[in-house]
Nanobody, 123 residues
């Protein structure tokens, strides 16, 4: 079964940057749209960004647009989320997930998930 692996989280000061990676060891991500979601303690899971199978279409939530950039390297079978200008409200566990159709903000439409990577923004 496809299992995604997120990495790149950590503790960073406000205004700092992190780059998250999403990989699928042993499987190809070429045929999947990949979404990034996050969930903070006591809050619902929310969509952050998504990239289409081709990489030609990307979406961002209003809260991260301009600051975050999603990209994919199919040769490396990896999807990235570059996060700049981090704010304390970005603190959450970040998950990536696959969908064999178009991007969606509804996390229920995604099939395979990773275990997440913690991002903490604090001074």
């Amino acid at each position: 079964q496809l299992q995604l692996v997120e990495s790149g989280g950590g503790l960073v000061q406000p205004g700092g940057s992190l780059r998250l990676s999403c990989a699928a060891p042993g499987f190809t991500l070429d045929y999947s749209a990949i979404g990034w979601f996050r969930q903070a303690p006591g809050k619902e899971r929310e969509a952050v960004s998504c990239i289409s199978r081709s990489g030609n279409t990307v979406t961002y939530s209003n809260s991260v647009a301009v600051r975050f950039t999603i990209s994919r390297d199919n040769a490396q079978n990896t999807v990235y989320l570059q996060m700049n200008g981090l704010k304390p409200e970005d603190t959450a566990i970040y998950y990536c997930a696959t969908r064999y159709f178009r991007c969606s903000n509804n996390w229920g439409y995604y099939g395979s998930w990773g275990r997440g990577t913690q991002v903490t923004v604090s001074s």
